[in-house]
């Protein structure tokens, strides 16, 4: 069932960029309007506006639908998983603990700060 949810959501997916790709953007519409030959395309030249949109937002559809139900199979599937991984994780912890340096205890003391050439006090830079 997820492997043939999964190729159907793969394919809406190119399906969408295709028909994407294919749509004239909003400034192509001046062009068809002075007979820039618009009319010499397989859809007309105004057919393919209804066409590629009601596609695109079919396929838009089909790829939420796949994506909903793709993901509701993956969590009902992983829930025994993640249990067993969850009550096994403290004693990985635990055990790594050890191998972590200490911090230092002190600060860096007043004598180790280098301290600024003489007179440059009163200089702008």
Same mark, same amino acid.
Do not use: W
């Given at each position: ?55 695109? $937002?079919?396929? @838009? *559809?089909?790829?939420? /639908?796949? =994506?909903?139900?793709? +993901?509701?199979? !993956? #969590?009902?599937? $992983?829930?025994? @998983? *993640?249990?067993?991984? /969850?009550? =096994?994780?403290?004693? +990985?912890?635990? !055990? #790594?603990?050890?191998?972590?340096? @200490? ?23």
């Amino acid at each position: 069932m997820e492997t043939v949810l999964l190729i159907i959501h793969v394919l809406a997916a190119a399906g969408i960029v295709a028909l994407v790709l294919l749509q004239q953007g909003k400034g192509a519409d001046m062009g068809a309007a002075f007979g820039a030959g618009a009319s010499a395309t397989v859809f007309g030249s105004q057919g393919s506006g209804n066409f590629l949109t009601r596609g695109t $937002a079919i396929l @838009a *559809t089909v790829f939420f /639908l796949t =994506s909903i139900s793709l +993901a509701a199979l !993956s #969590g009902h599937g $992983a829930s025994s @998983a *993640t249990k067993d991984s /969850l009550m =096994s994780a403290p004693a +990985a912890v635990e !055990s #790594g603990a050890e191998d972590v340096p @200490a911090a230092p205890d002190s600060a860096p003391a007043a004598s180790d700060v280098p301290s600024a050439p003489e007179g440059s006090e009163g200089v702008a830079q």
